[in-house]
């Protein structure tokens, strides 16, 4: 079924947004509702309701998200009607946590009767309430606490995490067993933005949809594994949160080691359907098999970094990582020996995520050096921008005189191919949520993994107590990243 058919049959809903007026709920959750809206695709009960400490009425919350579909959704899909529509399933409840009256309005509002004779595509009799905690991972335990209490959660009840969920293994785990004691696992969507993308995703299609790759994809082909995450913008604006938490804990626990996993785990029996398992069973195996960094091995194979302009941006003086390179092993049978090369970095030169599958040379160099030589095959799959996938050979260049090598590709632009744009990976991930569908979210075992892996990381770095190394805004990041493939006889590919 196609994201764009109005045929989903998804049932009423009510979807709180807690942290219903920040950053994350109007520059994506709203806009990717909105498109959900536009497909007609929200069944006509579903209300919408943002919570957050501001004194907005209902009629202030609708100006501040209308501003905000205009100022977020491309202009070309912008359609009044639709506006109109989702504005109209808003509502606004200014909530303080400790306050037991605030509570028994959000209770009052979601017990209101909906008007709609038949609320549910699946059968069941009220709206299936999601809960989405757009705010910190400390408030997770107390705000589902308060939803129990308050009998608020049945068995359809859903509820969204954002990550990062907690700061380290433990705190994650007090986390999710706080959440656990309120919701069961299968009703607990923990949001991982990049397995929503349409080019990850894809990525799954062109290793197992395919036959070509599966043959070459290890360790006896792959030379390396290179996954970079640059971005322009810094961390002003959301300074308190970033500064706590750094490159490390913002990308690499999360996204950048989702598509390691990805790119390094095995075929699963089946994707789709109600297997839901399948794949994250396998991303797990990945998560426990990365090898161990830790002492020495931190300070050998990983890169700490922050743009000189960090600390003026956040007010005032911190030792918090923008930038974060490393080098991780997979420790099993595929991939023993084959670095995979990780980098994230803010206040970069370009706005990038790629992931370079880079193969060994041929075996025997047939055609004379004169001739021109032969450069690895390469495979680079393209997040953003312009979504899409090059295979790097080695060719002829055309013409008489000799056999001349040329570097080429063979270039799979989305843009190109299809003619449906790639949704947000937001508007995918929602419609999952509404769906009860959590194969693209995150289980609680994979993250604790991913936490036990990258948590001796951040210790080490604590313990050296090195500043992180300065680097230029607008620039590719600290040469020590480059001394960290150079000193394999590598270097970054892309930009960045
Ligand atoms: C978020 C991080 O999860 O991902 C942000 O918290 C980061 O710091 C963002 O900017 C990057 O996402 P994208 O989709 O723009 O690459």
Redesign the pocket.
Known sequence: MSLSSPDLDLPACDFTVFGGTGDLALRKLLPGLYERERQRQLHPATRIIGVSRHALDDAGYRDLVTTALFDHVPEDHLEAGAVHRLINRLHHLALDAHDPEDWDLLHGLLKEEVSTSSTSGTGSTGPTRIFYLAVGSDLFGPICQRLDDLGLVDAESRVVLE?PIGADLASSRAVNDAVGQVFEERQVFRID??LG?ESVQNLLVTRFANIFLEPIWDSRWVDHVQIT?S?T?GAAGRGDY?DRAGAMR??VQ??LLQLLCLVAMEPPTYVGGDAHDAVRDEKLKVLRALKPLTGAAVDRDTVRGQYTTYGEEIGHPSTTETFVALRAEVQNWRWAGVPFYLRTG?RLAR?E?TIEVVFKEPPHAMFPHSEGVTTPNRLTVRM?PDEGMQLHVTAKHPGPGGIRLHPASLDLSYADAFDERSPD?YERLLLDVMRGIPTLFMRRDEVEAAWAWTEPVIEQWQRSAVEPVRYHPGTTGPAAAATLLAREGRTWLGEA
Do not use: G
Request: aromatic residues 12%.
């Open positions: 990550k933005h990049y993308k995450v971005e913008l970033y913002d990308m999360n996204h803010k706005k995520s953003q990976a």
